[in-house]
């Protein structure tokens, strides 16, 4: 069994930072985080293969948003720059063995999520 524990939401104004953490108990597996705004469906945000080798990434938040891990500490983090009022979101790590990074269906552990305020 894998526990996923995200942290790093709050609450900022456009044009600013945050990164958001998830630390997992148990094996690597590919990464990814998702996000779901109020009223809208769970969408993909991005992800990160288990070395690290390969990276994806939502075209709305490409750019902007890195994605990365620290197999050492068994940690992903997602840096999330120049942040719109758009990405207010709770976001939600997720891990899995999966060859369809970029959909959440192939993930089998999910976290609590971490909610992302951004105002205008």
């Known amino acids: 069994q894998v526990q996923l524990v995200e942290s790093g939401g709050g609450l900022v104004q456009a044009g600013a930072s945050l990164r958001l953490s998830c630390a997992a108990s148990?094996?690597?597996?590919?990464m990814g985080w998702f996000r779901q705004a109020p009223g809208k469906e769970r969408e993909f945000v991005a992800a990160?293969?288990?070395?690290?080798?390969?990276?994806y990434y939502a075209g709305s938040v490409k750019g902007r948003f890195t994605i990365s891990r620290d197999n050492a500490k068994n940690t992903v983090y997602l840096q999330m720059n120049s942040l719109k009022p758009e990405d207010t979101a709770d976001y939600y790590c997720?891990?899995?063995?999966?060859?369809?990074?970029?959909?959440?269906?192939?993930?089998?552990?999910w976290g609590q999520g971490t909610q992302v305020t951004v105002s205008s």
């Open positions: 997720a891990a899995g063995l999966t060859l369809r990074p970029m959909t959440d269906e192939d993930y089998a552990y």
């Open positions: 148990g094996r690597t597996f590919t």
């Open positions: 990160i293969t288990s070395s690290g080798a390969n990276t």
